[in-house]
């Protein structure tokens, strides 16, 4: 196990490489020298490395191990790809960090799958003394573009909603569409390109929709957890099911995802793409985090007028900016 500081250390490294020392120095309270000897302390034992010199110098992770495979699709099991690839990488962790390994990549692996129709399905695994890495990537049709044919959305991005959402899948007889849910929540980052759209959940951080310029084929997930991370996939099955009950109640909606670049969110029709299938749900608890302001015609039709036709679901909003807050109290007393 890693202590606090060191712990620090890599995290800084991590996140930039350079300036590591002062930054460190800053973080931990400690003196320039102590910074200094930390940081030859963790080059001496393998966990960084130093490239450079003077103003130059800059620190990395270093890799303690990293795999990788091809797969033909058909006749894939998601339990084969885990005893091969990635158990052996983190057999030494700890049980709810592996427990949420098999979780997350097998669920991962199987809608690869299933739903792809790739031909092939290619994983990395990749291990520091921080954290372990993954990603899953096939060269089929593409997740997002999938989901949009699926619900005859108007464009990919409204996908992204969805999958933001949870309780959604392209085949119900074989899936219950939980899958991409909790795994986006009981990663420290999960990540989903496809096509020229990447959704990106950064635990602590706002969820995000970014636009590439490169139309990528197929679809790449990445998955990120710390190796000593406290984290239990019960907590997390557990913080969104209904109370005493074992199932799916309960959903976080970043409404930010329904704001595309340039948009405000002010029209009935954007507020209808956002309450799309929130009536399987107990509690909706919607996330205003990012969102600065919105429009009465917006607000109306998702605090009165669904409310109203749907008053066994719960709308929670949260990270209201004081204009948010207003909108959202006119409509509920209209």
Known sequence: MIDDPMRTLLKLVSDDGKNVAVRLAAAQDFSRQAASAKLRAAVAKGLIAKTGVGRGVEYTLVETSRVSEEYDRAGLSEDRVWQSLLAPIVRDLPENVRDIWRYGFTEMVNNAIDHSGSDKIKTWCARNALYTQVWVSDDGEGIFNKIQKALQLYDPREAILELAKGKFTTDPERHSGEGIFFSSKVFDLFDIRSGSLHFMHDDGRDDLLIERPKNAPGTLVVMRLQNDSERTTKEIFDKFAAPEEYTFAKTIVPVKLGQYEGEKLVSRS??????????????????????????????DEVFRVFQKAHPDTSLVPVNMTAAVKDMVSRAKAG
């Open 270 to 299: 954007q507020a209808k793409r956002l309450i799309f299938r929130f009536e399987k749900f107990r509690t909706v608890i919607l996330d205003f985090a990012g969102v600065e302001e919105i429009g009465q015609a917006f607000s």
